[in-house]
């Protein structure tokens, strides 16, 4: 049973979540925040890309 329940979360319940906040957009995102805060976004959005990245350069190489 906790094999589909991880299969369900990993499915499913992240479709749900990203179809439900929408793509992510970056134009005007942070419009009103002050310097730090919007230092601070872009960083999480760079880290956010950079592990992307990352999850896709080991999908494409070779295991073992």
Known sequence: MNRFKVWW???FHDWWFRSLIGPAQTK???HGADQAAR???KRDLENRKRYTREQR????SPQG
């Open 57 to 60: 350069e080991r999908r494409r």
């Open 28 to 30: 005007g995102a942070v």
């Open 9 to 11: 979360h990993e499915t």
């Open 39 to 41: 230092e601070q976004w």
